[in-house]
């Protein structure tokens, strides 16, 4: 079964997330902080990361680059998720290697097609 | 910002003190002769129309000295002195004083040179020494109280407006950052909400009856309409405050409008309106910004489905055209509700919405959002050099067409 980490400091909406992915037949762990993210990152060797960019503890560019560094993370693709319409976020995501973009709120259909176009 | 207060902000500003009749002027005379001192002394009290208080000194220093306790009205001043020079007591006073004090300098005959020297370093006027007379100094001090009054009265003003402007110019950002932080703080709850809502829809929380399927639609539909509301109200503050910016990449125009055309054809369909598309021409790559100019179509097309009954039609035509500039243009045909020709100017303003039953209102008051749409798909076309042009006939229908250059130097912008 293939892992999805899931980095997402609103509670709801990682909820949200996690109940759509269980049901697309995913493995799901849950994190809501930078600092959770990476410990979690470390041992949870996920296939893909879904990664809110404004997060408690760091953003989440950063982060990225932190999951570079890890041996468990670091070829991992990375959909990033934001609330920001900041002009120049979503070339920003995908100079920084991002697998994919998309705002909140997003269409989860379309998320799921992009996850499952990653690592199905 | 309340009325009340802008109305306040202006009767601030007219406040400058005009001098009235019977004011004392204080005159100050500055000249190492003291039978000159005695004598413009003389002619200033021979004046019956004002009262002049005099005081004098014969060093330049003084001058300087004086004027910060004195509140003088005008000075009279030497060029030539003891100790320094006209010039550099003019240059002091200029350096070291807010409120300009009228300087006229006295110089010697026919020394034109000096004159033109002691009006550039700020004097008012000059007198050539030998030419003073009761009526001369007159008329110079009257005009040289005169002109100082009017040059401080506008420097007040301005400094006024300046300050107001400062202060506006801060609420202003406030008032968007406030937007903004409000815009991003709906997004996240709206985004839980449209995803339980979808969750449900999509059966993973168990089976629905059909009656909470339909409710639930609407709460979606309800979802997306905020969607669009909250989208619409961040990009009108980046727009007004010039902080929105495209990002331009080689585009296929023609395949980003059949994807348009597609995602908008499910609305239509509920409408059961026919949505058609005419590609008359091939169209280069250009560059554009895609999510942009999506945004900008999908509007359009979803504007004629708003304002076009169901069974109706609706016409896009793709094609090329040359004026005094090569454009590809996308025309969007209605045979909907039109727009009454004396609203047809302001359908790109702020807030400006049709009714889509009636097509009678000019303000916002159905559900049917924001009405900032046009306008912020008229700026957004404007940010990639193009236009947005309406023609419309009331009760017959509306035609929108957006033309974009094909070959832009954007590098002007």
Redesign the interface.
């Given at each position: 079964m293939k892992k999805i980490l899931i980095v997402e400091d609103?509670k709801?909406?990682a909820?949200?997330?996690h109940?759509?992915m269980t049901?697309q037949g995913y493995e799901v762990a849950t994190t809501f902080d930078a600092v959770m993210a990476t410990t979690t990152a470390r041992s949870y060797s996920p296939d893909l990361i879904l990664l809110d960019i404004s997060l408690p503890g760091g953003d989440g560019f950063v982060l990225a680059d932190r999951f570079q560094e890890i041996t468990n993370t670091a070829n991992v693709p990375v959909i990033f998720i934001t609330?920001?319409?900041k002009?120049?976020l979503?070339?920003r995501a995908m100079e920084a290697g991002a697998a994919d973009f998309f705002e909140?709120?997003?269409d989860?259909h379309q998320l799921i097609g992009a996850i499952d176009g990653l690592i199905h | 910002m309340t009325l009340s207060t802008a109305q306040q902000s202006s009767s601030d500003l007219i406040c400058a003190e005009l001098p009235s009749a019977n004011h004392v002027r204080r005159i100050l005379i500055i000249d190492d002769d003291p039978a000159d001192r005695e004598l413009y002394k003389h002619f200033l009290r021979a004046d019956k129309s004002n009262t002049y208080e005099v005081e004098q000194s014969e060093f330049g220093q003084r001058a300087i000295d004086m004027n910060k306790s004195g509140d003088y009205d005008c000075i009279l001043l030497d060029y030539y002195l003891t100790d320094i020079d006209g010039l550099k007591v003019l240059e002091s006073l200029n350096e070291n004083f807010t409120r300009s004090v009228p300087v006229i300098m006295l110089t010697g005959q026919g020394n034109e040179t000096i004159a033109v020297e002691a009006l550039r370093a700020g004097a008012t006027d000059y007198l050539p020494k030998r030419h003073v007379s009761e009526e001369s100094l007159k008329r110079s001090v009257n005009n040289a109280i005169e002109k100082s009054f009017l040059r401080n009265a506008v420097s007040q003003q301005t400094d006024r407006l300046k300050t107001k402007n400062r202060e506006l110019t801060r609420k202003h950002d406030e008032i968007q950052r406030f937007y903004q932080t409000v815009s991003h703080e709906l997004k996240t709850p709206l985004t839980s909400m449209k995803e339980f809502v979808s969750i449900i829809l999509d059966g993973l929380a168990g089976p629905i009856s059909e009656d909470q399927r339909e409710y639930l639609e609407l709460v979606y539909g309800s979802c997306l309409q905020m969607t669009n509301d909250v989208n619409d109200l961040l990009d009108v503050t980046r727009l007004e405050t010039g902080k929105y910016s495209v990002e331009l990449v080689p585009t296929d125009l023609i395949s980003l409008l059949k994807c348009v055309k597609q995602n908008m054809s499910v609305i239509s369909k509920d409408k059961s309106i026919t949505l058609t598309l005419d590609i008359k021409d091939s169209v280069p790559k250009i560059p554009l910004d895609e999510q942009r100019i999506k945004q900008v179509l999908s509007n359009i097309i979803g504007n004629a489905i708003k304002f076009t009954q169901k069974g109706g039609k609706i016409h896009i035509v793709i094609e090329l055209r040359k004026t005094q500039e090569e454009l590809v243009c996308i025309s969007v045909e209605d045979n909907g509700t039109g727009i009454e020709k004396e609203k047809l100017h302001s359908v790109f303003e702020r807030l400006f919405q049709v009714n889509p039953e009636s097509g009678f209102d000019t303000e916002v008051t159905s559900k049917a959002g924001l009405g900032l749409g046009l306008t912020i798909s008229k700026e957004l076309i404007n940010l990639h050099g193009g236009s947005i042009t309406v023609d419309s006939e009331f009760g017959k229908g509306s035609k929108f067409t957006v033309s974009l250059p094909l070959y832009w130097n954007n590098t002007e912008t």
């Open positions: 609103d709801n909406i909820k949200a997330l109940v759509r049901a609330a920001s319409k002009p120049g979503r070339q909140k709120p997003f989860s | -």
